[in-house]
């Protein structure tokens, strides 16, 4: 790891601390940023009840609840300890973790990898992230999305005087490929690829499981749908550590909506992601970067599968 980064819960401070040297400044400051964790723990329960089909109705049933305190919690007012409870066991939701996500007391520990970069652009009211990934040796290079402004991005790849010969696509959410022909412009029209489960025009297709190399990098992929119909999770190798690019698949503390399929996104987000090794980091489309081991303890939507 490259410096230390000391950090406050993301709602007491949006201000860090880092003790690095001179020679890791410029590699670790922009880990050092603070980007908001994605949802809420009302967006947890709301994107649940949506996936699961549970009516207003159905959850006040099935908690015993008055209708207000559901209504408020579901605007985000933390009114009821005892309440959320009865709300995570009805939609099969971890209690511990959903109280954790309700408090604001959880925000994934800070990282950084030689040959990892995170790029966090603002799309409407909300923000994304692109991935740049190197070999450090050989400085070969490939980049996960492009978010919607890629300018940092390319400008970063440059002044490491980084070899882009890949861009890979998560998904083809416009948020997520927003900047990919300007992108493509100014690295000299690297090659472009999709999961041939969501193709996009004038890129190479591949199958889950097909592999790719980054220089002496090895990646591999997983088709993790249910966000969209050929979600891909891009398994690195080679580096510090694992790395897992998720798209929109997984966040920290909660996962993304179950656009094509909730049960399947659910499903493979358990199956394929959380089945890989705990010190995984996961980079995600939304919200800061994770790790297996974290997201097994804190999201609410999979910590109770592992205790």
């Given at each position: 790891m490259?410096?230390?980064?000391k950090y406050l819960?993301?709602?007491?401070?949006?201000?860090f601390?880092?003790?690095?040297?001179?020679?890791?400044?410029?590699?670790?400051?922009?880990?050092?940023?603070m980007?908001?964790?994605?949802?809420?723990f009302?967006?947890i329960?709301v994107?649940t009840?949506?996936?699961?089909g549970?009516?207003?109705?159905?959850?006040?049933?099935r908690?015993?609840?008055?209708r207000?305190?559901?209504?408020?919690l579901?605007r985000?007012?933390?009114c009821?300890?005892?309440?959320?409870p009865?709300?995570?066991?009805?939609?099969?939701?971890d209690?511990?973790?959903?109280?954790i996500a309700?408090?604001?007391s959880?925000?994934?520990?800070?990282?950084t990898?030689?040959g990892?970069?995170?790029?966090?652009?603002?799309?409407?009211d909300?923000?994304?992230?692109?991935f740049?990934i190197?070999d450090?040796?050989?400085g070969?290079?490939a980049?996960?999305?492009t978010?919607?402004?890629?300018g940092?991005l390319t400008?970063?790849?440059r002044q490491?005087n980084l070899?882009?010969?890949?861009?890979?696509?998560?998904?083809?959410?416009?948020?997520h490929?927003a900047d990919?022909n300007r992108l493509?412009?100014?690295?000299?029209?690297?090659e472009v690829f999709?999961n041939?489960?969501e193709p996009?025009?004038?890129?190479?297709?591949f199958?889950?499981?097909?592999?790719f190399s980054i220089?002496?990098?090895?990646?591999t992929t997983l088709?993790?749908?249910?966000?969209?119909?050929?979600?891909?999770?891009?398994y690195?190798t080679g580096?510090?550590?694992?790395v897992?690019?998720?798209?929109d698949?997984?966040?920290?503390?909660?996962?993304g909506?179950?656009?094509?399929?909730?049960?399947d996104?659910?499903e493979?987000?358990?199956k394929?992601?959380?089945s890989l090794?705990d010190?995984?980091?996961?980079c995600?489309?939304?919200?800061?970067m994770?790790?297996?081991?974290?997201?097994?303890?804190?999201?609410?939507f999979?910590a109770?599968?592992?205790?």
């Amino acid at each position: 790891m490259h410096g230390q980064c000391k950090y406050l819960p993301y709602d007491a401070s949006l201000s860090f601390f880092c003790d690095q040297n001179k020679k890791n400044h410029k590699l670790t400051l922009n880990f050092c940023t603070m980007i908001p964790i994605e949802d809420m723990f009302e967006d947890i329960i709301v994107k649940t009840m949506r996936g699961r089909g549970v009516t207003e109705s159905e959850l006040a049933s099935r908690t015993g609840e008055p209708r207000d305190v559901l209504a408020r919690l579901c605007r985000g007012e933390f009114c009821d300890e005892g309440a959320l409870p009865k709300v995570a066991r009805a939609l099969n939701l971890d209690e511990e973790a959903l109280t954790i996500a309700a408090s604001k007391s959880w925000y994934p520990r800070m990282v950084t990898i030689e040959g990892l970069e995170i790029f966090n652009t603002p799309y409407r009211d909300m923000r994304v992230n692109a991935f740049l990934i190197w070999d450090p040796d050989s400085g070969e290079a490939a980049c996960f999305d492009t978010g919607t402004d890629a300018g940092a991005l390319t400008k970063r790849a440059r002044q490491e005087n980084l070899n882009v010969k890949q861009i890979f696509l998560t998904h083809t959410h416009n948020d997520h490929i927003a900047d990919l022909n300007r992108l493509k412009s100014d690295l000299d029209n690297p090659e472009v690829f999709s999961n041939e489960a969501e193709p996009w025009p004038s890129t190479t297709l591949f199958k889950e499981g097909d592999a790719f190399s980054i220089g002496k990098l090895k990646v591999t992929t997983l088709t993790t749908s249910g966000h969209s119909p050929g979600g891909t999770t891009y398994y690195i190798t080679g580096l510090q550590g694992p790395v897992a690019v998720v798209g929109d698949a997984i966040f920290a503390g909660s996962m993304g909506g179950g656009i094509v399929s909730f049960a399947d996104a659910w499903e493979n987000n358990l199956k394929k992601i959380l089945s890989l090794p705990d010190e995984t980091i996961l980079c995600p489309g939304h919200g800061p970067m994770s790790s297996v081991g974290e997201e097994k303890k804190y999201n609410p939507f999979f910590a109770n599968q592992f205790k």
